[in-house]
């Protein structure tokens, strides 16, 4: 946060999705000391947040669509559950945010039973195609997967988590969680300001595909904010997999269609890979953390990267340092460093059990002693890049369940390729995710890479749901994730204070596609002036951004005093909080 000549600070008071449209001057306090504390709050103590707190009593929806969180609401009047909500509000955005997820896309799901306290997780990731091995692209001469195109399409897993997570946890039909969406589809829904970036900066991409270009770039000319968009093919096949209830997508005349297509256009699938497709139930990975428990989505997702991080920062007393203390904001960043590296190099899709040993306690011990107290240290040069396009979203009911849902094309707009007249835009978790060298996560058949996607949540001791939350972003996901449980358990900031609270990355992440680019400590401006003073001098090569330019849209909902629900979401997206 930029500081003025008086030491003030300048705190923005309206907001856009481009930036800060005004700034209003408030005195506050500022404090700085090397190790000691660094507050950006007003002379009565409080901290400045742009938007209140949503508070509810009978249930709670976050999500980056307005019109979503809608929908999720109605779920929850008509008596569904959290899960209800958050397909509800999910299977819109796969039309309102066709750019971000989608039925081609995949999707993890966390579930908190309030009955009995017990967190379960939902994995829908699919498989490379059988056909299609790193030997094909190394005789070739190419030294890495291409980002887009027909051959970085994975087997969509998003359909087979929503099939599961509905037949486990929701009260509603199949039938009227998807009506909404299908309407959105076939009578058309205005662009946001969001896609509408998107559309420009993925203009090469979309003209490469005439489905595409019908539909985002008609007449020459691109969709804006407020355009309506149309939808006719994937309004007809949503309304096949509602009257399958999921099945026609994989199993049934759907899925064979979208094979036949993706088999013309030179892709490797036989269909097999569709046929037996199906989401994972597994536990979740979990850690304690100053009294309380954190969950995370399991393999492959990479969501213990922020576990880890959590355990080797543990031992530190961030909430003496103060609230954005650069020593505190070292730390982070040498345990994610450490995470990072242990992915890539130890982890692979299968092995629960040595990610377990990397959550252990006595190994944290055992990593902190290779911090670089006093420097900035580096991960090495086979870091990549962690561009992604998700959307996440949370959900309560009345009776204290709660769902995190959080599905994705991969990057903005997948893969590019739409399968034939079925509507479908597939992603890019092949191309972005496996690397062509030998490694856990070398492309072979039928295999899933490590995944970007995670959410969390946290409990009492008791097992009482405190927090729950995630956010989109690639391999900033567990940067930003880390950053929000330290705010919200360490600094005691707010669920809103949170998701508004300034943002930095260590870029670039893990995916194997781009390897060794600079690295950068990318950093909102707004952070002040003397956070990033300290951290050029612990030798962070500092890239400011924007006063919101980080990234991410994370949700955030906590269950407050008497069982009221909280909601804090986040000024980045087009999104908000909606309660009952």
Not at 9 to 31: A, D, H, S, T, Y
Not at 236 to 247: D, N, P, Y
Not at 544 to 559: N, T
Request: proline share 4%; with cysteine; net charge neutral.
């Amino acid at each position: 946060m930029p500081l003025l000549a008086d030491g003030n600070i300048r705190v923005p008071q309206l907001f856009g999705k481009k930036g800060l449209r005004l700034w209003n001057f408030l005195p506050v306090k500022k404090q700085y000391l090397w190790g000691g504390t660094f507050k950006m709050t007003r002379q009565d103590g409080s901290r400045s947040q742009h938007r209140g707190i949503a508070m509810g009593q009978g249930g709670i929806v976050a999500a980056a669509s307005p019109l979503a969180i809608s929908y999720g609401l109605q779920a929850l009047e008509q008596g569904g559950t959290a899960m209800d909500a958050a397909l509800a509000a999910a299977f819109v955005t796969t039309v309102v945010l066709p750019d971000q997820c989608g039925i081609g896309g995949d999707a993890f799901i966390l579930f908190y039973d309030a009955k009995l306290k017990t967190v379960t997780s939902i994995i829908g990731a699919g498989v490379s195609p059988m056909g299609l091995t790193a030997d094909y692209f190394l005789e070739q001469g190419i030294e890495r997967m291409p980002l887009y195109g027909i051959h970085a399409i994975s087997v969509p897993g998003a359909v087979a988590a929503y099939q599961e997570g509905w037949k486990r946890y929701s009260r509603l039909t199949w039938k009227w969680l998807w009506q909404r969406a299908i309407g959105y589809a076939r009578c058309g829904v205005p662009i946001g300001e969001v896609t509408a970036e998107h559309i420009q900066n993925e203009r090469e991409k979309i003209l490469l595909e005439p489905a595409l270009t019908q539909l985002f770039w008609p007449n020459h000319r691109h969709l804006t904010a407020g355009d309506i968009l149309y939808q006719p093919a994937l309004a007809a096949t949503l309304e096949s997999i509602v009257e399958s209830e999921g099945e026609s997508f994989y199993r049934g005349t759907l899925g064979k269609r979208i094979v036949q297509t993706l088999k013309s256009r030179g892709s490797f699938f036989d269909g097999s890979e569709w046929m037996t497709m199906k989401a994972e139930v597994k536990d979740p990975f979990s850690i304690t953390y100053r009294g309380k428990r954190v969950y995370t989505t399991p393999l492959p997702s990479q969501g213990f990267i922020t576990l880890e991080a959590l355990n080797l920062i543990e031992p530190f007393h961030l909430a003496d340092y103060g609230y954005l203390n650069p020593r505190a904001i070292h730390l982070m960043a040498e345990a994610l460093r450490r995470g990072f590296k242990d992915r890539l190099m130890l982890v692979e899709i299968g092995r629960d059990d040595v990610v377990r040993q990397l959550l252990d306690k006595k190994y944290a011990q055992r990593r902190i002693a290779e911090f670089g107290v006093d420097r900035s240290g580096s991960i090495g040069s086979d870091w990549a890049r962690f561009l992604g396009d998700t959307t996440f979203i949370v959900s309560a009911d009345i009776h204290g369940n709660v769902a995190c849902l959080i599905h994705s094309l991969g990057h903005s707009f997948g893969s590019g390729i739409v399968a034939g007249d079925t509507g479908v835009l597939l992603n890019n978790r092949a191309g972005r995710g496996f690397s062509l060298h030998s490694g856990s996560n070398q492309l072979a058949p039928r295999k899933q890479t490590m995944h970007t996607l995670m959410a969390w949540m946290v409990t009492d001791e008791e097992g009482n749901l405190e927090w729950a939350g995630g956010t989109p972003g690639g391999d900033g996901q567990p940067q930003w994730n880390l950053q929000l449980l330290v705010d919200l358990i360490d600094w005691r900031l707010n669920v809103q204070e949170a998701v508004e609270s300034p943002r930095w990355t260590l870029y670039p992440g893990t995916d194997s596609n781009v390897i060794g680019q600079s690295e950068e400590f990318r950093i909102e401006e707004r952070t002040g002036h003397e956070v990033l003073h300290a951290l050029r001098t612990l030798g962070y090569p500092l890239k400011i951004q924007s006063p919101w330019g980080a990234g991410g849209g994370a949700q955030i909902i906590a269950r407050g005093a008497h069982g009221i629900w909280q909601g804090g979401s986040d000024p980045r997206v087009d999104g908000a909080v909606g309660v009952l």
